[in-house]
């Protein structure tokens, strides 16, 4: 039920901080550790390279999801559209985990990659928010993401959900493979919640942006690096999605290798700069778009901060960045919808769950 909210959508955005504390609690034991089962903890340190298929939004969390495995827990990672992976499969490595995301459970790409995997013999594991589903009973383990009923098409809680599973299962793996981990996951995805909410009481800012920046544009450009660059991909695909605006996520560095031709004067270029050892590298490739005519939105991070932000949010762990950054980005996409009078929960040409090749 949408309550007094006018749309799913904004009900499941302001839902976030708590579907992360739900998520706390269901992955903590009693004396405060990581909880989950051994048989997880042991696949997913045994194997060689790990990879990730996904499509859409979840594509993009597992784009999240690579970093976080890699660089926490010291396992090689590939994430990959499930419908390329399907027909242009790659060299796997000796002893692969394959990690299948999905919100719904049901989408038809990922199932036809895990039907190829069983036949190879290999693990799989299935994090979704819907355990009942082909892909969980199907995948040998499965992860809950505990988002409650996502309703509204644009996908937004089962993105940070994904993603906050996902640093839990880096750290356990990590642990198992005797890696030094000095960060408890479960207590940053504490200070994320409180962070979230940060945005889901002052949206004011970005109706104001979405009204400003987007309410007659045709197109819109979002640009980020390392991390941002995969937060700007699920900001753009939101926008697509439910205000019909094209709209496209790039990595700062490559706008110069051909992109940047169609800055035109008043472009609006919404640029995420989070990550500190990019920062300046960032706001750089702002420099070069403004220089152009773009009409520059800055969004950034504690720590990273410069005058000319419109919106900075609280610090959190570098880890977790896209799980408090995306906020802005889904509701930027809402209220951009709402100014052009699109149907947000149910836009046109989509369905929910995508059960057809
Ligand atoms: O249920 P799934 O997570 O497997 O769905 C994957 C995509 O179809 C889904 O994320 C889609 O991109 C959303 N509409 C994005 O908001």
Do not use: W
């Amino acid at each position: 039920e949408k309550g007094t909210y006018p749309h799913f959508m904004l009900k499941e955005i302001d839902e976030q901080p708590f579907v992360i504390r739900n998520i706390i609690t269901k992955y903590k034991d009693d004396d405060d550790n990581i909880k989950l089962e051994e048989s997880i903890r042991q696949t997913v340190a045994d194997a060689d390279r790990i990879y990730i298929i996904a499509a859409g939004t979840s594509y993009h969390s597992g784009l999240v999801g690579k970093e976080m495995i890699e660089k926490i827990a010291n396992i090689p990672v590939e994430t990959h559209i499930a419908s390329e992976f399907l027909y242009n499969m790659p060299l796997l490595s000796k002893k692969p985990l394959f990690i299948f995301i999905s919100q719904s459970g049901e989408t038809a790409d990922l199932r036809g990659v895990l039907v190829n995997v069983k036949k190879l013999g290999h693990p799989s594991l299935t994090i979704t928010n819907v355990p009942g589903s082909t892909l969980s009973r199907e995948a040998d383990f499965t992860l809950h993401t505990y988002g409650g009923p996502e309703i509204a098409v644009a996908s937004t809680k089962a993105y940070t959900a994904q993603m906050a599973v996902m640093v839990i299962l880096a750290v356990d793996a990590a642990r198992a493979r005797g890696v030094e981990i000095d960060f408890d996951p479960l207590q940053e995805l504490g200070i994320v919640a409180n962070a979230m909410e940060i945005f889901t009481n002052q949206k004011e800012v970005l109706e104001e942006v979405a009204r400003d920046y987007l309410s007659v544009s045709r197109n819109c450009f979002f640009i980020g690096r390392s991390m941002d660059y995969y937060v700007c991909l699920e900001g753009a695909l939101k926008l697509k999605e439910i205000s019909y605006i094209q709209a496209e996520g790039f990595a700062g560095g490559e706008l110069k290798h051909g992109t940047i031709a169609l800055i035109e004067e008043g472009t609006p270029v919404i640029g995420l700069a989070t990550q500190s050892d990019v920062n300046l590298n960032i706001r750089g490739n702002m420099k070069e778009v403004v220089a152009r005519g773009a009409y520059p939105c800055f969004i950034s991070m504690e720590g990273c901060e410069h005058e000319e932000d419109k919106i900075v949010m609280p610090a959190v762990h570098k880890f977790l960045t896209p799980l408090v950054s995306v906020l802005p980005m889904q509701l930027i996409a809402y209220y951009a919808a709402l100014h052009r009078g699109c149907d947000v929960d149910k836009p046109r040409n989509l369905a929910k769950s995508v059960t057809v090749e």
